[in-house]
């Protein structure tokens, strides 16, 4: 057996945008292990680099220092190993929902019988299965982030990028896929960094919860979360949390208003 | 519901067709407006002969162009004419059509294919291909080179610049969510970039076949001994003005029938954008 590091390495990432010598840092010295299997939330002010840094981890972006590994290996681009889940969805709309759901299994060339398995298989486990056949365009913005989860999963990534995917949802409808993303984390047992601004919504899901200050980003604060895996919103350790978490969040926001 | 235009061929359709009726309306409505066209035609052109107005000859009643249409289709030229029309627009059209979207789909994806090719495109475009005729004449001669060619130069601007369009107005996050599901190379251009752009390069086919009858007909003016130009100039050198109106009229027909055919191939194409 080979050692196992952790799944994804942050080390010493930095980025600026800008012209050089009008640079404007948004990110600054981050250093954060991921283990696999952990459920990571990453919280903040906004415009202070979250996104920045996921995608930095998903390589749409190149940081102006430091690298991230994932295994060990340096990150060099996108690639199916990291799956990637946007606020704005990002379905193919020519493409129905069975066919956004195998458009990474089709990729790997893998046999028809193969991709049904495996499109039928995570259709089930979002709750899409009857409407296999639908296009974007006739689906509520809550099925259709539940096809691009789906659509990530069966790609079989061992590293899953969320930026702030349940953003755009209703609060009925966010709480629903919070319960199922917790749920299907039980079972698929993936490495999660997880993108969001709601603390609850943190404390709900993630195993740590990452704080960062005001741009440009560093890390403020983490927070391990020691609750049962099916937690409890109402609960008075989750609520704890919260208000700890909102404490230290509060002191970066009132400097972005600053 | 709010109606959000988002490319060019649903802006093209608004723009063209406004918002949509019920059916059956529509339909009642477009026949009514072609009767009326018809009825005025026929009381204008009766008002000339029983007022003495003008010499009749200048405007025939649409039954009599009617009958010159079925007279050359029964004695058999009108076919000979419809197909040498028909020959050229499919050849020229097909290879503005394949080079327009080929240089197109490589110029918005490549940005050195683009930096060639688009500056030469602005110099030429601005010029009314109309302009150009003579010219090709000129180098080509008045076969039917002359004629297929400059149907091929005609209709690959549109249709090479709404590819262009097609291609470079694709969702970054499209892009960005296939390749982090592993698409690459060629994968990520004929499963994202090819039906991102569909939409608006059929709409340059739509444009593109229009314009290919538009052109057709004067190139058939000047040195052609068939096509459906071709007997528009022969009918006014004769001085026969239902041959010139039939020609007309068998001209928008098929103009009609060709954006149909674009028409149909789209809603095949893009049923995704309004499913059923
Ligand atoms: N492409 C870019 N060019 C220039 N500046 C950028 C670019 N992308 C992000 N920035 C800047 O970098 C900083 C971090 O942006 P980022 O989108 O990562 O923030 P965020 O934490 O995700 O914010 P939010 O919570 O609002 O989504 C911001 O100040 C932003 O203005
Ligand atoms: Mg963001």
């Known amino acids: 057996m080979m050692a196992r590091g952790p799944k994804i390495q942050i080390q010493r990432v930095a980025k600026s945008f800008g012209a050089p010598g009008r640079a404007m840092p948004a990110l600054e010295e981050i250093d954060l292990d991921v283990a696999e299997r952990e459920f990571v939330c990453l919280l ?26 994932v295994d060990g290996r340096p990150v060099s681009g996108p690639a199916p190993e990291r799956g990637v889940v946007f606020q704005e969805y990002a379905l193919f709309p020519w493409l129905t ?20 398995r495996t499109v039928d298989r995570y259709l089930d486990l979002v709750g899409l299965s009857a409407h296999a056949d639908k296009f974007p365009v006739q689906l509520s913005g809550g099925m259709k982030q539940r096809v691009a989860i789906a659509r990530a999963l069966a790609n079989n990534p061992a590293v899953i990028l969320m930026d702030e995917p349940f953003g755009a949802l209703d609060a009925q409808t966010r709480e629903v896929l919070q319960d199922e993303l917790s749920r299907i984390q039980r079972v698929e047992h993936k490495t999660i960094l997880f993108v969001t ?34 937690r409890d919103r109402f609960a008075h350790e989750f609520t704890r949390y919260e208000s ?15 | 519901m709010a109606q959000f235009l988002s490319s060019v061929p649903e802006l093209m359709d608004a723009g063209l067709r406004g918002s949509r009726l019920p059916r059956g309306r529509a339909l009642a409505l477009r026949l009514a407006a072609i009767v009326a066209f018809l009825v005025l035609w026929s009381l204008l052109s009766g008002a000339v002969v029983v007022l003495k107005l ?51 789909l490589a110029a918005g994806h490549l940005t050195p294919v683009r930096n060639v090719v688009e500056p030469l495109v602005e110099v030429l475009r ?86 290919a009858f538009f052109v ?50 789209e809603r095949r194409l893009t049923r995704w954008q309004h499913p059923a």
């Open chain 1, 44 to 69: 903040g002010p906004s415009g202070c680099g979250k996104s920045t840094l996921l995608n930095i981890v998903a390589g749409f972006l190149v940081p102006t220092t430091g690298t991230v590994l």
């Open chain 1, 97 to 116: 929902v069975t066919g956004n759901v195998e458009f990474g299994p089709l990729l790997q060339s893998r046999p028809a019988a193969d991709r049904r």
């Open chain 1, 197 to 230: 601004h709601s603390i609850r919504e943190a404390v709900y899901l993630a195993d740590r919860v990452v704080v960062m200050t005001s741009v440009p980003g560093r890390i403020k604060q983490v927070f391990p979360i020691k609750l049962p895996e099916v």
């Open chain 1, 244 to 258: 700890d978490i909102t404490r230290v969040l509060r002191e970066e926001v009132a400097k972005v208003r600053a």
């Open chain 2, 54 to 104: 003008f010499n009749p000859i200048f405007l025939p009643g649409p039954w009599l162009v009617l009958g010159s249409v079925l007279d050359m289709a029964v004695r058999g030229p009108l076919w000979i004419h419809l197909a040498a029309t028909l020959e050229r627009v499919a050849m020229g059209f097909g290879a503005g059509a394949a080079l327009g979207v080929a240089l197109g």
């Open chain 2, 126 to 211: 601005p010029i009314p291909p109309l302009a150009l005729l003579p010219m090709f004449i000129v180098w080509v001669g008045i076969g039917e080179a002359s004629k297929i060619g400059f149907i091929t130069y005609a209709t690959f601007f549109p249709i090479f610049l709404t590819t262009v369009t097609g291609v470079r107005q694709i969702d970054p996050l499209l892009v960005r969510a296939a390749q982090s599901l592993g698409a690459r190379g060629v994968a990520l251009f004929t499963r994202v970039i090819l039906p991102a752009a569909l939409p608006d390069i059929l709409t340059g086919l739509r444009l593109g076949v229009a314009l």
């Open chain 2, 216 to 265: 057709i007909v004067i190139s058939e003016f000047i040195g052609a001994e068939h096509g459906l130009g071709y007997l528009i100039n022969d009918g006014r050198n004769f001085f026969l003005v239902p041959q010139m109106l039939g020609a007309a009229v068998v001209l928008g027909l098929l103009g009609y029938a060709g954006n149909g055919l674009v028409r149909l191939l």
